[in-house]
Nanobody, 125 residues
Framework: VQLQASGGGLVQAGGSLRLSCAVS????????VAWFRQAPGMERNFVAG????????YATDSMKGRFTISGDNARNMVYLEMNSLRPDDTAVYYC???????????????????WGLGTLVTVSS
């Protein structure tokens, strides 16, 4: 299984970015995908996740209001639309895939066996 994250970059506070995650391999048609992020010197934390049925969760209410995770099952793509970005959103964003799961399990990092290399998001003030 391979995951390729893209779409990161430098953006001013208040701006938007759309991250993409391409999933390929043996579980490509029966997986759940999540976005995690890791700021310098910090742990890798859950951001948002989506399962094949479209069930989704977000780490915080703030992210739920500013970020939208979506999936294109036909193309095996998952997206993270991020709006109203803040400097504390600066991090490397990773997409991860695991066996299909119910929405309430999407935030569990051990549930994800496959990880992409990450894409850097930098939000300037």
């Amino acid at each position: 299984v391979q995951l390729q994250a893209s779409g990161g970059g430098l953006v001013q506070a208040g701006g938007s970015l759309r991250l993409s995650c391409a999933v390929s391999g043996r579980i490509a048609n029966r997986y759940a995908v999540a976005w995690f992020r890791q700021a310098p010197g910090m742990e890798r934390n859950f951001v948002a996740g989506i399962n094949r049925s479209g069930g989704r969760i977000y780490a915080t209410d703030s992210m739920k209001g500013r970020f939208t995770i979506s999936g294109d099952n036909a193309r095996n793509m998952v997206y993270l639309e991020m709006n109203s970005l803040r400097p504390d959103d600066t991090a490397v964003y990773y997409c991860a895939a695991g066996a299909s799961m119910i929405a309430s399990n999407l935030a569990s990092r051990p549930a994800y066996a496959y990880w992409g290399l990450g894409t850097l998001v930098t939000v300037s003030s």
